[in-house]
């Protein structure tokens, strides 16, 4: 073989590749370019012709507003899902860190014990429990709330595992040190281990973001008046109400989305970071 | 699992206190557990409780009304004849297939996008796109492109010469359930791609580099040193992607709702209908302690072949 031979063929795996790359992307984004496209287009287009145009003949935007408006509360349901978000992430954040750090640098009794406890709970499927979950909530009275829908599921067994890890891998010098200036136990936590493990913090965050929003079944067995749903109980009433509205529909699929996507290319690299930080456990 | 704490920290008095010992140990017994005091309270209560009470309910007659009532293993014999229950057993079942075609499908990607080329994060996010989109969104989506007969996907099929007339993916009894199980897979690449990534890149170059130099062509080095390597990996995505296979309810429920007739109905989906629309509370429970007992025995299947895998 030539050093020509090389090259051409070197060239040719290389097309071959990004080909099947665009290929794989076709797929997983095109759904995402259809669904946006047909958004935005206007009331004399046939939205169902083939081969689908992607950009739209006579763009509009009143799709987004007809869905905003057909379906009552719908800009509701957006504060009611960022109010969720946020109190899920508030509680995650503060619970898991301190017990995570509890849990790796701290020695008391009953520590390893209570370590195995919340593990254990990581084998229970939230299906399982959400009967007696659901008549928890209505015994503390939390029964159509936001807090009902954040508190069952804000920390969990996989975050509290995280921020153990986290605080794990921290120098001891840094807490003697502290503890030498007469730092108290809260002040260590807070003031210094806590702000180290930044990386952690802002993957949670993200995390627990794009999980309660996208949550579901929950939301859908707590909350009970239209007021208070959250987007994606919201867009599942949209999809049942107007179902022949092709345009409406992936109108309100787009905005329940965009959060989301905002969100998350932002702040690719935790995403990454956050996925593995899972497999590593292993 | 994770080893026991590799590095424990101590924080022994340090010399030259003279506090006496049971004060400390009292001390740092509440300082721990006023740390680990909220996370634990909410797991006890909406984790373990709950799981304790669901057990006990299962053995109950519930209609959330009257008092529930012990009536022993009658909801489990009732549950084993019960048609619809056995039938969405069935279904889910056959969703766990998604399980070894994410496995194969999501380490081809990683394969695919593990190497320096132009452009190659970009492939990476929108691959990962599916992962973050709201399980709603992507279920509406999907149910117009599965659509018959004017659906973008049978558009497209009846462009090619073999296929005559529609193809009923969501409302054919034969279709629902792996047309949805397609979609539970396409949301899912990304996540596993990025995991089965990490585990490529933590292979050590000398084993390929050694592979190399013994005359291994690309396919042996891929069975022989890859595959074995990325072992604790497949575990994982493994025991991760069947427990999710396990819980299906929302892609099924919004694309189809269970339909045609139950032909796509999952044990999520039973137990929300037997317990939120028909207050079946303790059967419901029953369903559930059932699906538990599922998601164990698989767990524990796959955490002896990861044994299994490290002795050899």
């Known amino acids: 073989m030539t050093l020509r031979d090389l090259k051409v063929r070197r060239v040719i795996t290389k097309a071959l590749l990004y080909a099947v790359m665009i290929v794989v992307a076709i797929y997983t984004v095109g759904p995402f370019v259809w669904a946006i496209s047909t958004a935005f287009k206007g009331p004399g287009e046939n939205v169902y012709a083939f081969p689908p145009r992607i950009l739209p003949e006579e763009p509009t935007l009143s799709n987004f507003v007809t869905a905003w408006q057909r379906v009552p509360y719908f800009g509701q349901y957006f504060i009611n899902s960022l109010l969720i978000a946020g109190g899920s992430i508030l509680i995650n954040i503060g619970a898991s860190s301190m017990a995570g750090y509890a849990l790796a640098r701290l ?4 520590r390893s014990l209570a370590f195995w406890i919340i593990l254990s709970t990581m084998m229970i499927p939230f299906q399982v429990v959400m009967i007696p979950l659901f008549l928890v909530v209505l015994q503390l009275g939390l029964l159509n709330t936001h807090l009902g829908v954040i508190l069952p599921t804000a920390v969990t067994a996989f975050s509290i595992f995280l921020f153990r890890q986290a605080f794990l891998k921290l120098p001891k010098e840094l807490e003697d040190a502290a503890r030498i200036d007469g730092c108290s136990e809260w002040g260590i936590y807070w003031r210094i281990m806590l702000p180290l493990t930044k990386p952690t913090i802002a993957t949670m965050v993200i995390f ?8 579901f079944l929950w939301p859908l067995i707590v909350l009970r008046s239209p007021r208070m749903y959250t987007v994606a109980v919201g867009l599942a009433y949209l999809q049942s109400q107007f179902s022949a509205n092709l345009r409406w529909i992936m109108a309100g699929s787009v905005l329940a989305t965009v959060p989301v996507l905002i969100v998350f290319l932002a702040f690719q690299r935790y995403f990454i970071e956050g996925a593995t930080a899972g497999a590593l456990k292993g | ?53 669901a057990i006990i309910l ?52 990683a394969v695919l996008v593990n190497r320096r080329m132009l452009g190659v994060s970009f492939f ?21 492109i599965f659509r018959s007969p004017n659906g973008l996907l049978n ?34 690449i ?16 000398e084993l390929r580099d ?48 269970g339909g045609p007739g139950h032909a796509s109905e999952t044990v999520v989906m039973r137990i929300y209908t037997e317990a939120f629309e028909r207050l079946n509370i303790g059967y419901a429970a029953a369903e559930g302690v059932i699906l538990f007992l599922i998601t164990l025995g698989l767990s524990y299947v796959n955490m002896r072949m990861l044994e299994r895998r490290d002795m050899t």
């Open chain 2, 1 to 53: 699992m994770e080893p026991h704490p590799q590095q424990r920290v101590r924080t022994a008095p340090r010399a030259g206190q003279a506090r006496p010992a049971r004060r400390t140990a009292c001390r740092r017994a509440a300082v721990g557990w006023s740390f680990l005091a909220p996370a634990f309270l909410l797991i006890l209560l909406f984790h373990l409780i709950p799981a304790a009470y």
């Open chain 1, 208 to 215: 627990t973001f794009v999980s309660s929003w996208g949550e």
């Open chain 2, 155 to 188: 558009q497209f099929l009846q462009q090619l010469p073999f296929v005559d007339g529609p193809i009923h993916f969501l409302t054919s009894s034969s279709l629902a359930l792996p047309s949805v199980m397609s979609v539970e897979m396409w949301k899912g």
């Open chain 2, 190 to 205: 990304g996540y596993y791609m990025v995991i089965f990534l990490a585990g490529l890149q933590a292979i050590p170059s």
């Open chain 2, 124 to 144: 990476r996010v929108a691959y990962y796109l599916p992962v973050v989109t709201p399980a709603v969104a992507t279920a509406i989506v999907w149910s117009f």
């Open chain 1, 107 to 110: 020695q008391f009794p009953g």
């Open chain 2, 58 to 109: 299962s053995f109950t007659e519930y209609d959330s009304i009257s008092a529930p009532e012990f009536i022993g293993f009658a909801n489990f014999r009732a549950l084993m004849k019960d048609r619809l229950f056995v039938n969405a057993l069935k279904n889910t079942l056959f969703y766990l297939l998604v399980t070894p075609v994410l496995l194969v499908v999501s380490l081809l990607v």
């Open chain 2, 210 to 257: 050694a592979a190399v130099v013994d005359g291994a062509n690309a396919v042996q080095e891929f069975f022989y040193v890859t595959l074995p390597q990325l072992w604790p990996s497949i575990t994982f995505v493994a025991i991760v992607s069947s427990m999710a296979a396990l819980r299906a309810f929302d892609l099924p429920y919004i694309m189809t709702g």
